[in-house]
Each structure stands twice: as C-alpha cells, then as structure tokens.
C-alpha cells in the first residue's frame, strides 16, 4: 500500500515524500525483493534525475547482491 501512495506523490509532483518513504519501506525490511520494482516503476520516471533518488537505486542495487 506505501508503494501505491508513492506512486501518487511522485505523480503530483512530492518528489521528496515519495523518496523519503520509499527509503523507509526500504529500511524496514530485510534485503529481499521487495523494492526491486522501484527503478522502473513508470511513476517514478520523474524521480530519476533527483539525487536522492539515484542514492535510493544505488542502495537497492546493494542489496540484490
């Protein structure tokens, strides 16, 4: 349910609230799948360019190691 009301808050333009919870659903969980989806989640194409968000994708790959 956090990923859906990400994907809302990216859409009308949160960029930070959307990053923030998406790094605490993150750290909430042991490292597993959850989260893969993030980096090509249509509703994020914004979010890309935003810094913390590359941080976000680069802890993420971290963990699939």
């Known amino acids: 349910m956090a990923l859906c ?3 809302e808050a990216a859409a009308d333009g949160h960029a ?4 923030d ?5 993150l750290d ?4 597993c799948f959850v989260g ?5 989640e249509p509703a994020f194409h914004d979010l890309r360019q935003e ?3 590359q941080a ?5 790959a971290e963990r699939a190691k």
Do not use: N
């Open 5 to 7: 009301h990400r994907c």
């Open 16 to 19: 930070k609230a959307a990053i």
């Open 21 to 25: 919870t998406l790094g605490r659903i």
């Open 28 to 31: 909430s969980l042991p490292a």
């Open 36 to 40: 893969w989806i993030i980096p090509i």
């Open 51 to 53: 810094p913390a968000f």
């Open 56 to 60: 976000l994708a680069s802890r993420l």
